[in-house]
């Protein structure tokens, strides 16, 4: 059985497939400890099935998971104790960076300290020219220097980065096997990342070896408690040792076994927000449209991305303010999410997040939480219908949370200011913190779409998370946009995108070559290409890939001579008119007189996985709408009104809604408010447009 398991902030989701049919169970996150949070999702799944059914499946259990491990530990410094061995003369490089401020005009900023401290980073006596030619020879006494030097660092990892290693690895090759002999963890730069840029390849490479031991740690406790909870019970003789693989999803949409991501937990920083990147993609590839724009809105933050066909990659990205330049989705993040807390900074001024009451203690009405969410303010204005979360199974203390949201509103009584004046009600005050949490959203938005030079009116957006429902139809209503997709699944969309994602693997190789003319620079790339793409089917052969289910593709970084960043083109046709073109596209402007340089080649190897897939539903009878579930009292757009609700699960193909409306589902809640209307697709998908003029 495959089993998908999104973990998030505040519920851990799970997508399965049982008896044809997609199903999902959401359970609380345990921030803890998040496997012992997957082995109550595999428990949920396995209790309707017998003993005997479940061991009789010779294929075992199946998991591919989602995490955020690898983010938090890098977010909260709580990775393992790092040693970092490079070039001599070259130690500081993690200090020195780029020379750039975070931010040019404050003079109060703070970089973010390096991940390895002076006394951790060893200099090695080696030195290798531009072309990759020796300079100066990495000796056995240098080696067993080096390696003393670690030992008496007692790091929990090594990090090897040489100067012009991309160029030849032969020397940080000697070194990793030197001290993986004497025991220690290694993370080498050739291996993660062969690029140019000695900063961005050290950070990536100790971020790496940063991450090994609390990912390795992490999946190691995953497999054994994800094999208790699925082989309980009494076993039959016959039957041998419990089969279970864990993959686990990766930055770039695809998912690697859990060996690999244990060796390179870099790739897996954005994993859950990967996995609902690639659902959403599928969404609305079922709804026939190409120009879209995610909004995956959890518990505890939003991400955002813009996609138009394809999936997009880049390879200049950051984390926790150092650079990762491993391929990630083009996935904006802000700390904005149900479970964000709504405070008042020094000026008085309303904020809501970054800081997230999370699982836990939770929003003040999940009976644990003393601090006011963006969940608590839409419990205060009806919009859950009194009936709880999970289909009811997860009730909600709204009593709870209105005395003590009455405090609050009660501070700002006593103690007014221009900046944040008294607030009216507790109503008055939970519009404020939707109003605030939709400004930090739509900003979000605005950065992956206005700032790169794409019209939002052009796109629809598709809503998902637990929270994206509540929220779309206003921030699609303030960007002029299309409308709202509203998936299947939409609280567990990451979760279905992870069991759909193939096993993919990414090579790189730089090149440095100028080139006036494609055709021309056809012949120098060919045999970097060959090297590549016989790396990537060896990589998708070992995890059980059959030839015909391989898929090689071929990209180019390409820059103008001179410039000190690339654009990825596909390797095929003229692509230095495409570079002509995506450059136009992205920056306003292309000069084809000027000379281009191909920086990297790279290949991405892909497996081809099974995929579940929706089915389509029942057609409404008659083409009439389903009848109302009931209908309550709430506050949507600053008013009071009487709005309909509608039990999701009621819809058939072609029925229609219009607001205002609550649609409630076991994973999530959405909001139609007044002037919007909703469609349902033949795979239950909800379509939902404002009327001409609409304004949220």
Request: charged share 25%; with cysteine; aromatic share 6%.
């Amino acid at each position: 059985m495959r089993i998908a398991v999104d973990t998030g902030g505040t519920f851990t989701d799970c997508v399965f497939v049982r008896d044809g049919r997609l199903e999902i169970v959401k359970v609380p996150s345990q921030r803890a400890m998040p496997e012992e949070a997957i082995a109550s999702a595999v428990r949920a799944v396995r209790k309707p099935l017998t003993p005997m059914s479940v061991f009789s499946d010779e294929r075992g259990l199946e998991l591919v998971c989602g995490t955020t491990v690898g983010t938090n530990a890098l977010l909260e410094r709580r990775g393992g104790r790092v040693a970092l061995v490079t070039t001599a003369g070259f130690e500081d490089v993690l200090e020195i960076g780029r020379q750039a401020r975070p931010r040019l005009y404050d003079f109060f900023v703070d970089k973010a300290e390096p991940l390895v401290g002076a006394r951790e980073r060893i200099g090695a006596r080696e030195r290798l020219a531009w072309d990759g030619a020796v300079v100066t020879e990495l000796t056995p006494r240098e080696i067993a220097r080096v390696v003393a030097l670690a030992k008496r660092a007692r790091p929990e990892a090594v990090a090897i980065c040489f100067l012009l290693s991309f160029r030849n690895s032969r020397h940080e090759a000697r070194m990793a096997a030197a001290l993986r002999r004497a025991g220690f963890l290694v993370s080498v730069s050739h291996e993660i990342l062969p690029e140019f840029r000695e900063y961005e390849r050290t950070s990536t490479t100790v971020i790496n070896a940063y991450l090994a031991p609390v990912m390795s740690g992490y999946l190691a406790g995953t497999q054994s408690r994800a094999r208790t909870a699925w082989f309980s019970g009494p076993k039959p003789k016959s039957f041998g040792a419990p089969r279970v693989r864990v993959h686990i999803m990766q930055s770039n949409g695809g998912v690697v076994s859990a060996e690999k991501a244990a060796r390179e937990p870099v790739t897996t920083i954005l994993s859950g927000p990967a996995g609902g990147v690639t659902g959403a993609a599928y969404a609305a590839r079922l709804a026939g449209i190409e120009k879209v724009i995610t909004f995956d809105m959890g518990g505890t933050s939003t991400d955002v991305a813009l996609l138009s066909g394809e999936l997009r990659t880049t390879s200049e990205s950051a984390a926790a303010g150092f650079p990762v330049a491993v391929p990630m989705l083009e996935i904006h993040t802000v700390g904005a999410g149900g479970g964000s807390i709504a405070r008042f900074d020094r000026g008085g001024a309303l904020r809501v997040g970054p800081e997230s009451a999370g699982a836990e203690p939770g929003p003040i009405c999940y009976g644990r939480g003393e601090l006011p969410t963006v969940t608590d303010a839409h419990a205060m204005l009806g919009h859950f219908g009194g009936a709880g979360l999970l289909g009811g199974s997860f009730p909600l203390d709204v009593a709870r949370a209105r005395a003590a949201m009455q405090a609050s509103v009660a501070k700002t009584r006593r103690a007014p200011s221009a900046s944040a004046p008294a607030f009216a009600s507790v109503e008055n005050f939970a519009e404020g913190i939707l109003a605030v949490a939709d400004a930090v959203m739509e900003k979000a938005i605005r950065v992956i779409s206005v700032e790169r030079g794409h019209d939002p009116r052009d796109y629809t957006l598709v809503a998902f998370g637990g929270a994206g429902g509540l929220h779309a139809c206003s921030l699609a209503a303030a960007l002029g946009m299309r409308g709202v997709l509203l998936p299947i699944f939409p609280g567990a969309l990451s979760a279905l995108g992870i069991l759909r994602a193939d096993v993919v693997t990414e090579f790189s190789l730089t090149v440095l070559l100028t080139v006036t003319s494609a055709a021309r620079a056809r012949g120098e790339i060919e045999a970097g290409f060959r090297s590549l793409e016989t790396d990537g089917r060896r990589a998708m052969s070992a995890e059980g890939f059959s030839t015909s289910r391989i898929r090689i593709e071929k990209r180019l970084d390409l820059r103008y001579a001179g410039q000190a960043y690339e654009l990825s083109v596909p390797a095929a046709g003229d692509f230095v008119a495409a570079f002509h073109r995506a450059h136009e596209a992205r920056y306003g402007y292309h000069d084809a007189t000027r000379t281009v340089e191909i920086v990297n080649l790279r290949v991405r190897a892909t497996g081809v996985t099974e995929k579940p897939g929706l089915r389509k539903i029942a057609a409404a009878k008659g083409g009439a709408s389903r009848p109302r579930k009931g209908a309550i009292d709430c506050v949507l757009d600053g008013r009071k009104c009487r709005a309909v609700l509608i039990a999701r699960d009621d819809l058939r193909s072609g029925d229609s809604l219009s607001g205002p409306a609550v649609i409630s589902e076991y994973s999530a809640t959405t909001l139609v408010p007044h002037g919007w209307t909703g469609h349902v697709d033949s795979y239950g998908q909800i379509l939902l447009t404002p009327k001409r003029g609409a304004r949220g």
